[in-house]
């Protein structure tokens, strides 16, 4: 069976479209794999970063605890100086007044103290991984962290 010259021309013509489709399926198929790599790039990156967040979330949440400490210390104190100086004096009102004023501080401090202690957090940082979870002192962990998974 003998072609004519019309179907050689079509099947040439088809030729080369199939070619530049070819061509452009390999065009597309290397930008993909640039973006895959840009993409596996910035992953990378990411990750890098979030180490390093980490540390600094360590390092701020023991930074936190002392001055945890350092206030519940300081309001102790504070509320025993007003105590003392108000023991021996009656609660007549504008004493009480004072009294008031002079222990709020105490009482805020405490307040403030309480709050963080009873704070539930969401476990966004750890992501219900209670290794990481456990990393970070003075939370209340996640669920799995307190169950013991």
Same mark, same amino acid.
């Given at each position: 069976?003998?072609?004519?010259?019309?179907?050689?021309?079509?099947?040439?013509?088809?030729?080369?479209?199939?070619? %530049?489709?070819?061509?452009?399926?390999?065009?597309?198929?290397?930008?993909?794999?640039?973006?895959?790599?840009?993409?596996?790039?910035?992953?990378?990156?990411? %990750?890098?970063?979030?180490?390093?967040?980490?540390?600094?979330?360590?390092?701020?949440?023991?930074?936190?605890?002392?001055?945890?400490?350092?206030?519940?210390?300081?309001?102790?104190?504070?509320?025993?100086?007003?105590?003392?100086?108000?023991?021996?004096?009656? %609660?007549?009102?504008?004493?009480?007044?004072?009294?008031?004023?002079?222990?709020?501080?105490?009482?805020?401090?405490?307040?403030?103290?309480?709050?963080?202690?009873?704070?539930?957090?969401?476990?966004?940082?750890?992501?219900?991984?209670?290794?990481?979870?456990?990393?970070?002192?003075?939370?209340?962990?996640?669920?799995?962290?307190?169950?013991?998974?």
């Amino acid at each position: 069976m003998t072609l004519g010259n019309d179907e050689i021309e079509r099947l040439k013509a088809d030729c080369a479209r199939h070619e %530049r489709n070819s061509d452009l399926q390999m065009e597309r198929a290397i930008r993909a794999e640039a973006e895959i790599e840009r993409l596996r790039e910035e992953v990378e990156k990411l %990750r890098e970063r979030c180490e390093a967040y980490k540390g600094q979330v360590w390092a701020g949440s023991q930074e936190i605890e002392r001055l945890r400490a350092v206030l519940k210390e300081c309001a102790d104190d504070l509320g025993a100086l007003v105590e003392a100086s108000y023991s021996s004096i009656g %609660r007549h009102p504008a004493m009480q007044r004072r009294y008031d004023r002079d222990i709020a501080p105490v009482l805020r401090a405490q307040e403030i103290l309480n709050e963080q202690v009873t704070r539930e957090y969401d476990c966004e940082t750890c992501r219900d991984d209670p290794e990481e979870c456990a990393k970070v002192p003075g939370l209340r962990y996640c669920e799995k962290t307190q169950r013991g998974e």
